[in-house]
């Protein structure tokens, strides 16, 4: 219970009959269902008033009264006391009629020259009850009347003891100031009926006037109870199509918030600002705008473009610090929200150059803690494309371990010295795929749009790194991890970085290089002589309805290993509720791989009746021992359910110089098309022949031709289009 000292004067509070063996109850009034013309139409509805007449200095009450008991709210124009229902003053939220709270100026010390102030107060009234325990939320619109200096008003939620009419909590807020426009305000208190048993709760409002000074207070839709429980993860879809573009606050209405981190030129934390509505504000560039003419066919004429917060002097190249500016939409989670959830995007690169950095990004804060980082999944938005592509984020979300905490999606960047960091983004959806936690999704990383410069590229990624020690003799000796995966490039290299040219045509500029733990010297072999194993990897929560056959594929050639380091590509399930024991482990041996790149992959069968719940990991591991060389290049990695396309008998194959004319049998109506693999298990590389996706069928046999087939090796597919 919150304990204040006592006002100054005592409250001889005047209560409602007695509610002691009832709970609090809400309520909520608009008065458009009053009858303004009803005297009693205030008091009928529960309204009480209360009057305390101090001297000219507000020190010292001289007297108090009740007009009459029990003190019921007057609703009269022709002796205005107290409070009206009022018409005209509405607005759109408000509706005709409304409650307008003043001075009781039937109180003859306005006028007898004795300059005594007086307070008026107008208030509803409950009893609190032993199984009263909750926190309780005063909620109402207002706007400034007519009230002059130097009459103030305020709202206040107390609790008065009826014993001797002293006050033991009140919380107020000033209305004194009011705008003239409509506003929502609110006043929260917690109550334990334990220790608050019998008290009377009160909430309204009180008004201090002298000398028939103007006092009033409009006011409406003014309602008390337990706060109504949040919407939860509440989908979101949003094409900006429909943005006024010349509104400052069109992103903010739509409920986009932003805030700013700023960290020195060493990355040490320095102050935050926020959170405030995102702006669209084109002569004040900050966070966000609204953009047009920056789609194509599927994003439309407007989108939104994230960049940094410029309106910030620590951009100043004499100062170097770094601008994190985040951009996003915000939900609290309840009891209620279970599954996994999905952000998805359309994103484009924009002006974004120099050192600036940008990121798309879910995050689960924990108000309770300081609001850390609970969770955190971004991609990187970096080094996008100048072309639109689609792309998500999943997060599992358990309510019942989460209520309360908040959810952002949305994009930052980190930015400095005014340099540029524009990304276009369109097409922003949320919302619920599964009612389970975990679930296999497709994977696919070319590496491309990693910032090789970035430590956490790869975690942000997903990539997460383990070791395992072993003793000479192959007994295990500890584990270590999970940890975020590494990316420091050579000579301070461990487990993995991000590596630049190794690609070939079909690699590009980067990949992953992954090698042992050099940062482990237990593997000295002057020490301990272990064995280290590095494994790297992603990883995903298999749930009940995962099913199928699922593909790890990827790109790999040699790199700098020899000695005794070995290498491994791997597919493991783990049981968590058996000691994280092994289900499956299925590998490929990438300690030999030629000095060319290749194709490899590995399939699991999954059934989740019986992994339900188990983690699956595909990645992969070294073993060094005494610091040997172990570094193996990967690139192009998938994972994902291989899809059994039907496909349709190929009766015959000839090949004539560069054509190859492949027959198949077809059917009336149907429409086909010619894929082709220079893969050798062709396992999901089939890519549509040129000119070949729209091949009638006749019933009969139908010729499909490649007049590009130059390979020494290609196999091909003949499927039914949709």
Request: proline share 5%; net charge negative.
């Amino acid at each position: 219970m919150k304990k204040r000292t006592l006002l100054t004067i005592a409250l001889a509070a005047i209560a409602i009959p007695s509610l002691s063996n009832a709970q609090i109850t809400n309520y909520a009034q608009d008065f458009e269902g009053l009858t303004q013309s009803d005297p009693d139409a205030l008091g009928n509805d529960g309204w009480n008033v209360f009057g305390v007449v101090f001297d000219p200095s507000g020190t010292t009450e001289l007297y108090n009264y009740a007009p009459a008991c029990p003190c019921p709210a007057p609703n009269n124009p022709a002796a205005p006391a107290f409070s009206l229902i009022t018409a005209g003053e509405g607005g759109p939220d408000q509706g005709a009629q409304g409650l307008v709270a003043f001075s009781d100026y039937q109180n003859g010390d306005h006028r007898d020259g004795s300059n005594n102030l007086i307070e008026s107060i107008l208030f509803q009234e409950q009893t609190i009850a032993l199984t009263d325990v909750d926190t309780y939320s005063f909620t109402f619109d207002a706007k400034a009347g007519d009230l002059a200096s130097p009459s103030t008003a305020e709202a206040f939620i107390r609790v008065v003891d009826p014993a001797d009419g002293s006050i033991v909590f009140d919380e107020v807020l000033d209305l004194t100031s009011l705008p003239v426009t409509w506003g929502t305000y609110s006043l929260d208190i917690a109550i334990d009926g334990a220790f608050d048993e019998g008290f009377l709760l009160q909430f309204g409002f009180s008004i201090k006037a002298c000398c028939d000074n103007p006092s009033g207070v409009q006011l409406d839709n003014v309602s008390f109870g337990l706060p109504p429980d949040p919407p939860g993860l509440e989908d979101y879809c949003q094409d900006f199509e429909s943005y006024d573009n010349s509104t400052v606050t069109a992103l903010g209405d739509d409920g986009w918030l932003v805030f700013g981190n700023v960290f020195d030129s060493t990355g040490g934390y320095l102050y935050g600002y926020g959170t405030n509505p995102a702006p669209n504000n084109v002569d004040a560039a900050a966070f966000s705008l609204i953009t047009t003419g920056e789609g194509g066919a599927e994003q439309g004429a407007q989108g939104l473009v994230v960049f940094s917060d410029y309106q910030n002097g620590d951009h100043d190249a004499t100062i170097c610090n770094l601008i994190e500016a985040n951009v996003f939409q915000e939900r609290v989670i309840t009891n209620g929200d279970f599954g996994r959830y999905q952000f998805q995007f359309d994103a484009k690169r924009g002006d974004l150059a120099g050192t600036s950095t940008a990121k798309a990004f879910i995050k689960i804060l924990n108000p309770n803690t300081g609001f850390s980082l609970t969770t955190f999944k971004v991609i990187e938005t970096s080094n996008l494309p100048v072309e639109w592509m689609t792309y998500t984020i999943s997060v599992d979300v358990d309510g019942v371990a989460l209520a309360g905490q908040i959810l952002q999606f949305g994009f930052l960047n980190t930015a400095s010295k005014y340099e540029p960091s524009g990304v276009q983004y369109d097409n922003v959806k949320f919302t619920k795929i599964s009612s389970e936690l975990g679930g296999l999704e497709a994977y696919s990383q070319n590496f491309e749009t990693l910032t090789q410069a970035s430590g956490s590229a790869l975690s942000d990624d997903g990539w997460i790194v383990f070791g395992n020690v072993f003793d000479p003799a192959g007994v295990y000796r500890y584990g270590y991890g999970t940890f975020p995966a590494p990316n420091n490039l050579p000579p301070g290299a461990n487990f993995s970085y991000v590596w630049s040219s190794e690609g070939g045509a079909a690699q590009g500029n980067q990949g992953i290089a992954i090698l042992g733990d050099y940062n482990n010297t237990d593997q000295d072999a002057g020490g301990l002589n272990s064995t280290v194993e590095a494994n790297t990897f992603q990883e995903q929560k298999i749930a009940s309805s995962d099913s199928g056959t699922w593909c790890f594929q990827f790109d790999a050639k040699g790199g700098d290993i020899s000695g005794n380091s070995t290498a491994l590509a791997f597919v493991k399930v783990l049981d968590p509720a058996n000691n994280f024991s092994l289900s499956e482990f299925l590998t490929v041996d990438t300690t030999n791989l030629p000095a060319t790149w290749d194709r490899y992959s590995i399939k699991i069968d999954i059934d989740g009746s019986v992994l339900g719940g188990q983690l699956l990991q595909f990645g992969f591991l070294t073993q060094t021992n005494n610091f040997e060389p172990s570094t193996v290049f990967y690139d192009n990695i998938n994972f994902g359910l291989v899809v059994e396309t039907p496909q349709f008998e190929i009766v015959n194959i000839t090949k004539t110089g560069n054509q190859a004319d492949i027959t198949f049998q077809s059917e009336a109506g149907v429409t086909y098309s010619l894929l082709s693999s220079t893969t050798l298990n062709g396992l999901g590389s089939f890519t549509p022949v040129a000119g070949q996706t729209s091949i009638a069928g006749t019933g009969g046999e139908v010729v499909a031709s490649d007049t590009a087939a130059s390979e020494t090796f290609k196999a091909y597919v003949v499927q039914e289009n949709p």
